[in-house]
């Protein structure tokens, strides 16, 4: 069965890093997102992505972060000065798109972030 | 603006009980979808059912049932004769038309075995 693939699994980091975390989508899906959990906490959207742009971001998603689809099959998000609060499961997700029906999101296995 | 409540933070049940999971959404758009997800110790989110907001019909999956009243906007899950597998945390979410899913804090179930 196709799947979401995140790569790392766990990332450790240090304040003021950059880190890139990996998903490799679907492969006939066409829209992206990225999603985060703060430890115990409730999953929170952060970005979607269509048509090689961004479609929404919410305001968690500043100027530290950003995605990109640099070939066919990856899509990134990109941290450039990690903060010790941007610790967290970073989830990949993406949904197909069908004329005319609404299709479900599916989720990676998360990349656990931690910034020390 | 958009919301998803899920009241109860944890429940405990004896293994083979039924247990519900609350959940109650608040949205003005007219055509929303209704989901469901599992996460597991293991962290991953498992998708267990999608559902628009055209369709009341209730669903029912093995031991998983989902009934959906617009009239309580409530979206409640049901585990019947629940297994220590059924262990995780479960979230409700909302997607209307801006495309993002919106999830609620999350229940977790502990299944005694």
């Known amino acids: 069965e196709p799947e979401v693939t995140q790569t790392p699994s766990h990332q450790v980091t240090q304040m003021g890093q950059e880190v890139i975390l990996h998903c490799v989508p679907i492969s006939n899906h066409l829209y992206f997102y990225w999603y985060r959990q703060i430890l115990g906490q409730k999953v929170e959207f952060l970005v979607s992505f269509y048509n090689n742009e961004i479609s929404e971001k919410s305001e968690i998603f500043d100027d530290q972060f950003s995605v990109e689809r640099p070939d066919g099959s990856n899509f990134t998000l990109k941290i450039r000065s990690t903060k010790l609060e941007d610790s967290a499961m970073y989830f990949c997700a993406s949904r197909l798109r069908l004329a005319g029906r609404d299709t479900e999101a599916f989720f990676g296995q998360g990349t656990r972030l931690t910034v020390v | ?113």
């Open chain 2, 1 to 113: 603006a958009q919301k998803v409540t899920q009241a109860q933070t944890e429940i405990s049940v004896v293994e083979k009980e039924d247990v519900t999971l609350d959940c109650v959404y608040e949205t003005r758009d007219t055509t929303y979808y209704l989901f469901w997800y599992k996460q597991p110790p293991s962290g991953e989110l498992v998708f267990l059912i999608r559902r628009n907001s055209f369709d009341e019909q209730n669903e029912i999956s093995g031991r998983y049932s989902w009934n959906f009243q617009k009239s309580t906007s409530s979206f409640n899950f049901t585990i019947t004769a629940s297994q220590v597998v059924d262990s995780a945390v479960y979230f409700c979410a909302l997607r209307s038309r801006d495309d993002k899913i919106i999830f609620g804090k999350g229940t977790r179930l502990h299944i005694l075995p």
